[in-house]
């Protein structure tokens, strides 16, 4: 892929931008050219204003001052040039500065438009990817993606991208100056091209496949701490401080050797270059010396030649160091371009339909579906669930009781068969409209750093206070949220941190109470709480049942035991289906889950009686 993933960022995101960047490379044109100017002039310093005598000199210069039309202003007269020369040189330095500091800005901010609507494009990709996606990129990766990757590519289109231009037009500018003073002089440094340009292609290819590994190691160690910061209780109540700060150390330390391999290579470009340009000068003084002798150029000539070849070293030598910053930008490029190029399974049809509210039933019909296209999780799987009621999905781990609630909004697509509410197939109608209807309650809460009221409030940005208040008292929320140090205005900490798991999960209803769906879906959701915190729970749980449709799923049997009807997933089918009273009297599948249910719940007790 090489630069061309690099080229075809600029190419996407920098449309837009087209006429500022023109601007700022015409402005860059012209400091180019004054700079070869500035280099010429000094020629006429040598052989005109410090030898006065070298006639021929002096003539040049007041014929390029008559071709500027700069003899209206200053009279060319040859008494007075020992002041235009300098004050020649001060309006190039004056024009100079003025271009440059007029085209660096244009191009730098065309270059941070450009970054900043390539993260937007990122993280707007990420988000519309299904949960597979999430299952194979890791969180700390995609972080690293959207940090690390995306400020190598800012150094290289922003930071770096004026000195590129800059470097590569003043080149320009002083091989066509050098041509015009002396051409056989020039085609003679021109020898030493081929030798600097094997090598730092050579260099180049190496610089890239290191510079992807140093990245691709950033992402991994961005990983570790995004494992080790999250779960920074289980850490410390397992004592394994020690042995996550190893593990974090040998990522940093293979990051090192990483980036090492890398900085040996861009540390050989510039004394490579360095020697080879010694050779091109040797050669162009040992030559010069015979021509200023036998009298075919003067000493000012030659030194301004001089002067123009040096001048050449300094934007050579910045395209060699910016050449390993843009290797390492192209490897960043190229995983962005693959991040941006990645399928999203869930996508709207074109002109899919608006949902109507819901008022019917919903239908899993013939369903099929597989995470890896091998394994079937449902094979032909059927279910119908009316209105108003509260269906409990139960099963042995690995049933795909959670799976079977993810297809009902989208979160995964169907392999065969349809999921449809009121006959509307959830795959022809707009994610807005499907989703909007339906609330979530999982087992592992969802909480952002901020307020209280924030949270409740997240997906109805406006909300009034008093629907947010109202939400809270039904989730049985709001006496504690009362007694928090700015009530509804506190703010909570990452994942809230600094609540119960009781009181972030009456937050989550809260949050559901408020968007007030016609369907809900519960997910594990008293699960992990313990018995004083589900009893607040599902009595909040019950406020917001009220007027649903509900699908639940539950381990614990308790939970379920109200439910208008119960079906046990199995296989990738629903092996039975009916009341709590009814299955247990069959004796199936359900009647050995209750069962190992009720044993396991009596051990428990039994331990805790008898501790010895």
């Not at 470097?167 to 051409?183: C, E, G, K, P, V």
């Not at 409990?392 to 349809?418: E, H, M, Q, W, Y």
């Not at 406006?462 to 929320?477: S, V």
């Not at 900490?493 to 937050?507: D, T």
């Amino acid at each position: 892929m090489g630069f061309a993933a690099l080229a075809r960022i600029w190419r996407e995101f920098a449309g837009r931008h087209k006429g500022r960047f023109i601007l700022g490379i015409l402005a860059l044109v012209v400091v180019s050219g004054l700079y070869a100017l500035e280099i010429y002039m000094v020629r006429f310093i040598f052989d005109g204003l410090l030898n006065p005598s070298k006639n021929t000199s002096l003539e040049d210069f007041q014929r390029y001052m008559q071709r500027l039309r700069l003899d209206l202003v200053f009279p060319t007269n040859p008494e007075r040039l020992f002041l235009y020369i300098p004050i020649t040189l001060v309006l190039i330095f004056f024009f100079k500065g003025i271009f440059s500091y007029f085209g660096k800005y244009s191009v730098d901010r065309v270059g941070l438009c450009v970054i900043t609507d390539l993260r937007d494009a990122l993280y707007s990709r990420i988000m519309s990817q299904s949960h597979d996606f999430f299952a194979d990129h890791p969180t700390g990766m995609l972080i690293s993606r959207l940090i690390s990757d995306i400020e190598w590519i800012k150094t290289s289109i922003s930071e770096k991208l004026t000195e590129l231009a800059t470097a590569i037009l003043s080149l320009l500018a002083l091989i066509i100056s050098a041509f015009w003073q002396d051409w056989r002089l020039t085609l003679l440094s021109m020898v030493t091209i081929p030798m600097v340009a094997f090598p730092l292609t050579r260099f180049s290819r190496k610089l890239r496949s290191t510079s992807r590994r140093s990245q691709e190691q950033m992402a991994v160690l961005s990983t570790r701490m995004k494992e080790s910061i999250s779960g920074i209780r289980i850490v410390q109540m397992f004592q394994m401080e020690d042995a996550e700060m190893a593990r974090f150390s040998k990522s940093n330390r293979e990051l090192l050797r990483a980036s090492l391999k890398a900085t040996r290579v861009m540390a050989l470009t510039t004394p490579l270059m360095e020697l080879i340009g010694g050779f091109a000068v040797a050669g162009i003084l040992y030559y010069g010396h015979f021509r200023i002798l036998s009298g075919h150029t003067t000493m000012g000539a030659f030194s301004a030649f001089l002067a123009t070849l040096y001048a050449m070293y300094v934007p050579v030598k910045k395209l060699s160091q910016s050449n390993s910053i843009v290797q390492q930008a192209v490897s960043a490029a190229e995983r962005s371009v693959e991040l941006l190029d990645r399928p999203v399974a869930v996508v709207e049809v074109p002109g899919a339909a608006t949902l109507p509210r819901f008022s019917d039933r919903i239908r899993f019909e013939d369903v099929v579906f597989t995470y890896d296209g091998e394994r079937k999780v449902f094979d032909g799987l059927n279910l119908d669930v009316p209105k108003g009621e509260t269906l409990a999905i139960v099963g042995s781990s690995g049933a795909g009781k959670t799976t079977l609630v993810n297809l009902l909004p989208r979160l995964f697509d169907v392999a065969g068969g349809r999921v449809a509410i009121d006959g509307y197939d959830v795959r022809q109608v707009s994610l807005k409209s499907l989703r909007g209807q339906i609330g979530m309650v999982t087992q592992e809460t969802v909480l952002f750093d901020d307020t209280v009221e924030a949270n409740i409030a997240y997906g109805h940005p406006g909300a009034p206070k008093t629907a947010i208040e109202e939400a809270a008292r039904q989730a049985l929320a709001h006496d504690f949220i009362m007694e928090m140090p700015e009530g509804y205005g506190t703010r909570i900490g990452e994942g809230g941190f600094s609540l119960s798991g009781g009181q972030r999960q009456r937050l989550a209803i809260a949050r559901a109470l408020l968007k007030n769906p016609p369907i809900l879906i519960l997910d594990e959701a008293t699960s992990a709480l313990d018995s004083e915190s589900e009893y607040y729970v599902q009595q909040a749980l019950f406020n917001l049942l009220k007027g649903r449709t509900t699908l639940v799923i539950a381990h614990r049997l308790a939970t379920i035991l109200n439910a208008h009807r119960i079906v046990v997933l199995d296989q990738g089918k629903v092996a039975e289906e009916g009341t709590h009273k009814s299955l247990l009297e069959r004796g199936g599948l359900y009647a050995q889950l209750a069962s190992m249910e009720f044993r396991a719940t009596a051990s428990s007790a039994f331990l805790l009686e008898n501790p010895s």
